[in-house]
């Protein structure tokens, strides 16, 4: 059972231009809502987070919106660089107490290519 | 300065045969984790350690076993070695904590290689 959907699995787009990643998720008792930036080669790491009592939140470039009602989350990446291209994991865990507060789900990626 | 740092990057063996990967990590984190990466580039954890004690085992098979001889090392230890536990196995940890939002810290991975 995947917890987590993420698409596309992957995406080209030109410099400047405004990528669109998209995730739905199934647990409603979900609470926080990262999302991963990895690099070939490297470990992913975090880029933006976001929890469900708000709808958007933006950090430089990048801007996570939510929607609740719909289990649905997505990362916008405005004015899009080249040094963007890698690949974006979407994710989501449970806060709080207990066991669940130890992992994270994540969805399968998305391979973002971004030509000069 | 390496926060989470995982040896060996590389490792090739042959099927059967017994390895291990080390992990350290240098932020005072309570929480340690194992996560698996396949050909697929699909992140799935397998477990995950707080405080020394086995908090999740996500089905991992038997011939997995972690060992956290403290909160700041999470070793694995694969006995076996099948073709299909080739993969990149990433070390990662975090702050304990309701609210710490599970901000998680991947080491760069140990990419293995079973033939």
């Known amino acids: 059972q995947q917890q987590v959907k993420q698409s596309p699995q992957s995406l080209i787009v030109q410099k400047g231009g405004i990528p669109i990643i998209n995730c739905a998720y199934e647990?409603?008792?979900?609470?926080?809502f990262p999302w991963y930036q990895q690099f070939p080669g490297k470990g992913p790491a975090l880029l933006i987070a976001?929890?469900?009592?708000?709808s958007e939140k933006k950090e430089g470039r990048f801007t996570i919106s939510f929607n609740k009602s719909a289990k649905q989350f997505s990362l916008h990446i405005m004015d899009s660089q080249p040094g963007d291209s890698a690949t974006y994991f979407c994710?989501?865990?449970?806060?709080?107490?207990?066991?669940?507060?130890?992992?994270?789900?994540f969805g399968k990626g998305t391979l973002l290519t971004v030509n000069p | 300065d390496t926060a989470v740092s995982q040896t060996p990057k590389y490792l090739v063996t042959q099927m059967g045969n017994d390895k291990s990967i080390k992990c350290e990590q240098n932020?005072?984190?309570?929480?340690m984790y194992w996560y698996k990466q396949d050909s697929k580039k699909f992140l799935k954890i397998m477990f995950s350690?707080?405080?020394?004690?086995?908090?999740i085992n996500e089905t991992v098979p038997n011939r997995f076993s972690p060992k956290s001889p403290d909160k700041a090392h999470l070793n694995l230890h694969i006995n076996s070695l099948e073709l299909g536990d080739s993969a990149v196995y990433f070390c990662?940890?975090?702050?304990?904590?309701?609210?710490?939002?599970?901000?998680?810290?991947f080491g760069e991975g140990s990419w293995l290689t079973v033939v």
């Open positions: 990662a940890s975090s702050p304990l904590g309701p609210l710490s939002g599970n901000t998680i810290y």
């Open positions: 647990n409603t008792a979900f609470d926080y």
């Open positions: 976001i929890r469900p009592d708000v």
């Open positions: 994710a989501a865990s449970i806060t709080g107490s207990g066991g669940s507060n130890y992992k994270l789900t």
């Open positions: 932020l005072g984190h309570d929480t």
């Open positions: 350690y707080n405080n020394k004690e086995l908090i």
